[in-house]
């Protein structure tokens, strides 16, 4: 990546956005809550270009903006109490966890594997005019590097990424200035971060108070446990070869029937890891194991690893 070039906040600007959005790149974008590090929601590789410019040591999943309401119901479903909240609050600074509709085509580094996807339609102007300009899902976390205070002008998305995206569209400072509330609405309404949106507010909506659920990225109960994809087979990790019954999924060098990155590429391992899990698991069927490829323990491949690890780790109690 070279230079990171400031867009102004008009048509060519705009334009140009939603061309390198198209192409794969990372455009910093302005919202009413913070500056967004936007990719194609579509792209494996896209996504994992994100993660890897942010620096995350794992795959949290990444909020997908959308322009209205007509776009979300491509990508998602909706309960009573999601629509009651979007008629109230949408667009605006509240981010919805719903059901991924089957052939979505989200990619799953966006959802970290999960079968829900978080939503938000942004009420920023020039937000909406990147997103209609561009026509389909982005997916943007806060357009700062992990462990960082979240941006909310241009200079401070230069500040923390500038070298590492291909450029931000500057719309001065940011309104609200607060990341996005993030609610479960249905069945039961579940607060999973607090954020620009009152809880107050979102109660006098539903009519019925929000219970506290976790930091929304571990999962709290047993059935979010169960929509975390794991697969079934023992996986086995750092190996070399494969034994007997082993399916190996490889790295760079290390050589099986599947390969994360032939060439020891981290972004395009990161890209194909839910892909590679998936396949395994089917090739391994029912009593056979996966083994995978050591893979080094920097850059993407912090992330890489931690999501290993934990599809590795005995599985918990149902
Ligand atoms: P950021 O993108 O930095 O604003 O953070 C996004 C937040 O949304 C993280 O805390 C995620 O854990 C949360 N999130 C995104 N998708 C989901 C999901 N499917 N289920 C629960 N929480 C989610
Ligand atoms: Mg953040």
Known sequence: MHSTATLAADQAGITRAADLLAG??????????????????????????????KGRPSFNPLIVHLPDLAAVEKIATLGPNARALTQAFWPGPLTLVLPLREGSGISPLVTAGLDTVAIRIPAHPLAQALLRAFGGPVAAPSANPSGRISPTRAAHVLDGLTGRIAAVLD?????????????????????????????????????????????GVKPTSPGQLASHYAPNATLRLNATRAEANEVLVGFGPVIGPLTLSETGDLIEAAARLFHMLREADRLAGPTGRIAFAPIPETGLGLAINDRLRRAAAPKDSP
């Open 171 to 215: 719309g001065g400072p940011c309104a609200v200035g607060l990341e996005s509330t993030i609610v479960l609405a249905d069945p039961d309404p579940v607060l999973l971060r607090p954020g620009g949106l009152s809880r107050e507010a979102l109660e006098a909506t539903l009519g019925q108070p929000l219970t506290l659920g976790g930091d």
């Open 24 to 53: 794969g790149e990372l455009v910093a974008f302005p919202t009413e809550t913070v500056y967004g590090l936007g990719g194609d929601a579509r792209s494996d590789i896209a996504v994992a270009r994100i993660y890897e410019a």
